[in-house]
């Protein structure tokens, strides 16, 4: 097998064959060029590229998500820990667009979704497993159906008005939800091709979510803790390595290859569900924080007359009610010695007007929230889940997705059942502020007069409406209740809407009155009305916390009837132990270490880097396996060996050194990013960073045919060696103990991390090292730059013909490989 390397200089062709046997030498690459160094004060314990900027992000071990730049490895923001979310992150993902990162806590089990621009949490949801690891994926393919849905999700916006934003005086307010100009919906959503977010952890615990939001599949029969995983950009399959512990109490390393063709088989509507879906999750959280900004705007305050009045009740010594006091004070003008203490020396003239100003601020916040938040956020929800509905009456599309007609029309109920409770709220609000305003206009009055202060002829006119207005709130608010005092400590519930913010199961102190009111009296008297589905259950005697419950776990029972069928179809087809592994009392993060994953989306396949360091440590193997399981791959497994990788020793003597890999990541599909260290390790000696290119490491026509009764390791000696010469694809990483890797091969970019976890250099991938550009004075103009190499290149003809395979001066290898043509034969 040979190799024919073409490449063209100012009209020069140059070709060489090179001989391609078991071991490949390959042309020179451009050096490595460090852009950055920094020590850091706390360790990291993850650090994953952006897959679209030069941006990197870290988690560090006191809990903080920091965000840095390529230039100068300047940081651009850092999120701190805090008790709400949590402490302990164990696991970090970019969303393919770079808009949104994803991280998991350990502490408080939820998984956070971060936008990169603002550090502004977004979203966040609670799992029932510590996520040990998280995989980001976006789907490659694009159809026709997906076009003309994202014309029919345009349209949307027709028949839904956009959400109010949320007020930014509350503390509870998520930041998304309060920015005027955002479409928070979409912003969560990003594109309309589906991305999906897939979580490991802790015994074989495997989770999908759609748009890092909406759980689209529930796995099972994964053994093991997750510590990779990779779903393929055509969704027909999910390779997971896992750590089993072994009866020998020695974890195992597994590859698992499950199959998960039922999502690509109906992309379009698996598409559009989530979708939908993730809409729906987006409108309970707004509904929620809407109802947290209500409780916020309930005030402690409002609760002062409830207080006094009962430690009246307390204190007096007098057998007369509280409620024939204060109308005693409303027909006659006089107040009892006990009463005008309370009035004057309690409550006072200031307080009064205090509380009043209170009351009516709060309940004009609260009737704002309930009119343009809560109602617009429920009708939204009856809108999407009238639209799932119907797609799961189109049975042959969507039954097999598990997507139930019954769940979604118990769900409909449940919103509108919320939103009858919502619209009784409303209406006792109204009443209050009615009451209210002419209780203390008239009691504020009467106060003045007590401490015979001059009352403005306004204030002093009451008609005989504002008379029976206070005559009726005296005699349904000023009920001495002892059942209420064991209760709630109180005689008196003068305040009645802060009940329905109570997140209680206890029924409502006092609940609406609907004596006399016809329609309940005709509904309840109607047996087909009652057994009407056209009718919303109505719960007069619980709050509207208790009802926004029972709503929430209706829907969440809808939504996952899907994630559990769609798991269930999801199949193991391939598992294969790797390697045991010696216990080891390290406490190093897992996302550093080997086996790590890889998707070829052009090929359609899967590749797994691993070593066994115990049995060949000179020696690092790949597999690869094709997403489409129907579909089998030649080479599937092959060993690189390290024993004599670079052309010359490190410290440039004669005797190359053998080294084993620590850490190995692509950087894109031909390319592995290795960092080595030599097997007998000197102190003056420095670590490797390497470019491994992967196209001669697949030259071989060697087979290796597993046998199944036997352990990966245990026929480590019948996988085929290949053995690769770089030329200057490697750096001597100086002053550093080089330990772990993170590549961007779009970005062209390497961060490489000390083993004591705090040491870090940045390093660009395809520029001359700065030493040489210097000596070059290479400019950033092409044909300025091959004008200056015209003289050079015709000249170096003549001695080409030893060994073309070295390639040109180091300043001229970036416009060598923009122009050069391979071929392999």
């Known amino acids: 097998m040979c190799v024919i390397i073409i490449w063209s200089r100012c009209c020069c062709l140059y070709y060489k064959l090179i001989p391609l046997n078991k071991t490949s030498r390959l042309p020179k690459m451009p050096a490595f060029r460090q852009v950055g160094e920094k020590q850091l004060p706390n360790s990291i314990l993850f650090m994953v590229w952006s897959p679209k900027r030069d941006l990197i992000a870290l988690a560090n071990k006191?809990?903080?998500?920091?965000?840095?730049?390529?230039?100068?490895?300047?940081?651009?923001?850092?999120?701190?820990?805090?008790?709400?979310?949590?402490?302990?992150?164990?696991?970090?993902?970019?969303?393919?667009?770079?808009?949104?990162?994803?991280?998991?806590?350990a502490d408080t089990k939820q998984v956070i979704l971060c936008d990169v621009e603002k550090a502004e949490i977004l979203h966040f949801f609670s799992v029932e497993s510590l996520v040990s690891c998280m995989h980001w994926m976006e789907v490659s393919e694009e159809s026709s159906t997906l076009a003309s849905f994202c014309n029919?999700?345009?349209?949307?916006?027709?028949?839904?008005?956009?959400?109010?934003?949320?007020?930014?005086?509350?503390?509870?307010?998520?930041?998304?939800?309060?920015?005027?100009?955002?479409?928070?919906?979409?912003?969560?959503?990003?594109?309309?091709?589906?991305?999906?977010?897939?979580?490991?952890?802790?015994?074989?615990?495997?989770?999908?979510?759609?748009?890092?939001?909406?759980?689209?599949?529930?796995?099972?029969?994964?053994?093991?803790?997750?510590?990779?995983?990779?779903?393929?950009?055509?969704?027909?399959?999910l390779s997971v390595i896992t750590e089993i512990k072994s009866t020998e109490n020695e974890p195992e390393i597994t590859y698992f290859q499950l199959d998960t063709s039922l999502l690509s088989d109906c992309l379009p509507e698996v598409t559009r569900m989530a979708r939908k879906f993730t809409h729906i999750s987006t409108l309970l959280q707004y509904q929620k924080l809407s109802l947290t900004c209500m409780c916020e705007a309930w005030e402690d305050i409002l609760m002062q007359m409830d207080l006094r009045l009962t430690k009246f009740?307390?204190?007096?010594?007098?057998?007369?009610?509280?409620?024939?006091?204060?109308?005693?004070?409303?027909?006659?003008?006089?107040?009892?010695?006990?009463?005008?203490?309370?009035?004057?020396?309690?409550?006072?003239?200031?307080?009064?007007?205090?509380?009043?100003?209170?009351?009516?601020?709060?309940?004009?916040?609260?009737?704002?929230?309930?009119?343009?938040?809560?109602?617009?956020?429920?009708?939204?929800?009856?809108?999407?889940?009238?639209?799932?509905?119907?797609?799961?009456?189109?049975?042959?599309?969507?039954?097999?997705?598990?997507?139930?007609?019954?769940?979604?029309?118990?769900?409909?109920?449940?919103?509108?059942?919320?939103?009858?409770?919502?619209?009784?709220?409303?209406?006792?609000?109204?009443?209050?502020?009615k009451?209210?305003?002419?209780?203390?206009?008239?009691?504020?009055?009467?106060?003045?007069?007590?401490?015979?202060?001059?009352?403005?002829?306004?204030?002093?006119?009451?008609?005989?409406?504002?008379?029976?207005?206070?005559?009726?709130?005296?005699?349904?608010?000023?009920?001495?209740?002892?059942?209420?005092?064991?209760?709630?400590?109180?005689?008196?519930?003068?305040?009645?809407?802060?009940?329905y913010l109570k997140d209680e199961d206890d029924d409502l102190v006092s609940p609406p009155n609907s004596k006399g009111n016809q329609w309940v009296n005709f509904h309840q008297n109607s047996t087909p009305l009652k057994e009407s589905p056209l009718l919303f259950p109505y719960y007069p005697q619980k709050s509207l916390y208790y009802v926004k419950r029972i709503m929430e776990g209706v829907i969440d029972l809808c939504l996952q009837k899907p994630a559990e069928i769609i798991g269930k179809s999801i199949k193991q087809a391939i598992g294969m132990p790797l390697y045991t592994i010696p216990t080891s009392t390290d406490t190093l993060p897992r996302l550093f270490e080997l086996p790590s994953l890889w998707n070829d989306k052009k090929s359609g396949m899967h590749y797994i880097v691993f070593t066994m360091p115990e049995i060949s440590p000179c020696k690092l193997y790949i597999m690869r396996k094709a997403t489409?399981?129907?579909?089998?791959?030649?080479?599937?497994?092959?060993?690189?060996?390290?024993?004599?990788?670079?052309?010359?020793?490190?410290?440039?003597?004669?005797?190359?050194?053998?080294?084993?890999?620590?850490?190995?990541?692509?950087?894109?599909?031909?390319?592995?990013?290795?960092?080595?260290?030599?097997?007998?390790?000197e102190e003056h000696r420095g670590r490797i960073l390497a470019q491994l290119p992967l196209s001669p490491v697949y030259a071989g026509e060697e087979e290796f045919i597993l046998d199944p009764s036997m352990k990966l390791d245990q026929q480590s000696g019948d996988i085929p060696v290949q053995s690769v010469v770089l030329e200057n694809q490697w750096r001597t990483l100086e002053n550093m103990k080089a330990q772990y890797v993170a590549v961007n091969g779009i970005r062209k970019v390497s961060c490489v991390l000390s083993s004591n976890l705090r040491h870090i250099r940045v390093f660009e991938m395809d520029v001359e090292d700065e030493e040489e550009e210097d000596k070059q004075d290479v400019s950033g103009d092409q044909e300025k730059l091959e004008q200056s190499l015209e003289p050079s290149l015709c000249s170096q003809e003549d001695t080409e013909e030893g060994e073309l395979t070295e390639g040109a001066e180091a300043g001229t290898s970036d416009l060598q490989e923009e122009n050069a043509s391979t071929s392999e034969i």
């Open 62 to 105: 006191a809990g903080e998500l920091l965000l840095h730049r390529l230039a100068s490895f300047q940081r651009v923001w850092s999120l701190a820990p805090n008790e709400d979310t949590g402490k302990e992150i164990t696991s970090l993902a970019w969303r393919p667009d770079g808009k949104i990162i994803a991280f998991s806590l």
């Open 152 to 237: 029919a999700e345009d349209e949307t916006s027709h028949f839904l008005p956009k959400l109010p934003a949320l007020p930014k005086s509350y503390s509870a307010t998520s930041k998304i939800f309060s920015e005027e100009k955002s479409d928070e919906v979409m912003k969560l959503l990003g594109d309309v091709r589906l991305n999906i977010l897939v979580l490991g952890g802790g015994s074989g615990f495997t989770e999908l979510y759609a748009y890092g939001m909406y759980k689209i599949a529930t796995l099972a029969g994964v053994a093991g803790t997750c510590r990779s995983l990779c779903l393929s950009s055509d969704l027909k399959s």
């Open 313 to 433: 009740v307390q204190e007096k010594n007098t057998t007369t009610s509280v409620q024939d006091e204060f109308i005693q004070l409303l027909l006659w003008g006089k107040a009892s010695p006990e009463l005008q203490a309370l009035l004057m020396n309690q409550l006072t003239v200031k307080g009064l007007k205090k509380l009043g100003q209170s009351i009516e601020s709060s309940y004009s916040s609260i009737q704002k929230l309930v009119i343009s938040h809560l109602q617009s956020g429920s009708e939204a929800l009856l809108y999407y889940l009238s639209e799932l509905k119907g797609m799961a009456l189109w049975k042959q599309k969507y039954e097999p997705l598990g997507l139930d007609a019954a769940l979604i029309e118990d769900a409909i109920t449940a919103v509108g059942s919320f939103i009858l409770k919502a619209n009784e709220l409303l209406q006792v609000i109204d009443s209050s502020m």
């Open 435 to 499: 009451n209210f305003k002419a209780f203390f206009r008239w009691l504020y009055v009467a106060m003045l007069r007590m401490s015979e202060d001059h009352v403005l002829p306004e204030l002093n006119k009451m008609t005989q409406k504002d008379i029976a207005f206070v005559a009726d709130f005296l005699t349904e608010h000023f009920n001495e209740a002892p059942e209420l005092y064991d209760r709630k400590g109180k005689y008196f519930n003068v305040e009645r809407v802060g009940q």
């Open 628 to 681: 489409d399981l129907s579909r089998s791959v030649s080479s599937g497994l092959v060993a690189i060996d390290l024993g004599s990788l670079l052309s010359r020793s490190i410290d440039g003597s004669a005797e190359a050194s053998r080294y084993s890999c620590l850490d190995a990541r692509f950087f894109d599909d031909e390319t592995l990013t290795v960092v080595l260290k030599e097997a007998v390790e």
